[in-house]
């Protein structure tokens, strides 16, 4: 009994999302860049969100993936940049109820060195392709056929999100659907910009 209730425990607290020490096949965005340091109050306002930090800084592992029209995107071209990496399915209700907020977030602060790479696990390019049209969705929607990036981070629910600073270092993560244009969200997200 004890041991069944320290897996679950340990499941619990990793939730989902890369885990230290994993790695990746794929080289990484950011060997030989050091990461930002943040100050405390960022991290007390990226908690006051409902992200999780690591004390240890993580090397976000590259992604490289096509969209729904055969377009490449790699994550390393996006260095310089706050990313937001997003994981999602067209069937999972949380996902599809987050989408608007972030088209608004994408909308709002895409002309200000801030991206959305959204990577869908497992689905169809087409089926991809129709829910982004429905939701009239601008950013990138990537496929992710065989799972692989989901694998390599670890994604184990969804929504799944990872904030990666321009040095390529995973600044947070997110579990579940927020309300990603909130007036709070975006200002935290422009205080991440000024770094």
């Known amino acids: ?46 908690h006051r969100q409902g992200w ?5 800084t993580l090397c976000a592992p590259e992604v490289e993936l096509e969209n729904f029209e055969g377009e490449k995107f790699l ?22 109820a987050e989408m608007p907020s972030l088209e608004k977030l994408y909308i ?19 089926d991809i392709e129709a829910f982004g049209k429905y939701y009239g969705l601008t950013f990138p929607l990537l496929v ?4 692989d990036i989901c694998k390599t981070y670890g994604v184990r629910s969804l929504p799944a999100t990872f904030l990666i600073d321009r040095n390529g270092y995973v600044v947070a993560k997110a579990f579940g659907p927020r309300a990603w244009d909130s007036d709070d969200m975006i200002a935290l997200f422009r205080e991440l910009l000024k770094l």
């Open 1 to 46: 009994m004890r041991i069944v209730f320290l897996i679950a425990l340990m499941l619990t607290y990793l939730g989902g999302g890369l885990v230290e020490g994993q790695s990746s096949d794929l080289p990484s965005p950011c060997r030989e860049i050091p990461s930002i340091a943040y100050s405390n109050d960022v991290l007390t306002d990226l």
């Open 52 to 56: 999780q930090t690591s004390a240890k």
């Open 75 to 96: 994550l390393s071209a996006y260095r310089s940049q706050l990313v937001f990496l997003t994981f999602w399915a067209s069937w999972c209700p949380s996902c599809r």
């Open 108 to 126: 709002e602060l895409g002309d200000e060195n801030f991206t959305i790479l959204a990577v869908n696990g497992q689905e169809k390019a087409r």
């Open 144 to 147: 992710d056929i065989d799972g």
